[in-house]
């Protein structure tokens, strides 16, 4: 009986926090949990992509790069860029509303509780 009562001793009481609750008690880790997410980070990019390929074309257009078949390719490559990023953005934002997405949700976390 004694083995049993020294070997459950170090098992945490429910109403005691656990390691990962107290792991995310700040609001600053929580909101860096909450924002670190392949969503976020496949928008970003995104963004980030359509806005660079815009303005390399705005560089292009205006004559700021002096051989022209430069700026032609820099152009064409700037464009292709664009619309990728248009894309990325375009696909990242349909599936956060992936009616799908709560069942995934629940399933993951019924298996990371049973874990």
Not at 22 to 45: D, E, F, M, P, R
């Amino acid at each position: 009986m004694s083995k049993s009562r020294k070997h459950n001793n170090w098992k945490i009481p429910s109403d005691e926090p656990n390691i990962r609750d107290s792991a995310y008690s700040t609001g600053i880790s929580k909101w860096i949990n909450q924002i670190h997410s392949s969503t976020t980070i496949s928008l970003v990019a995104g963004i980030s992509q359509v806005g660079v390929g815009l303005a390399v074309i705005t560089v292009s257009i205006l004559g700021f790069i002096q051989p022209i078949w430069v700026s032609t390719l820099l152009t064409m490559i700037s464009s292709l860029s664009t619309m990728i990023g248009c894309f990325l953005v375009y696909h990242t934002i349909t599936k956060m509303h992936d009616p799908n997405k709560l069942l995934r949700d629940a399933m993951k976390r019924v298996t990371e509780s049973k874990n």
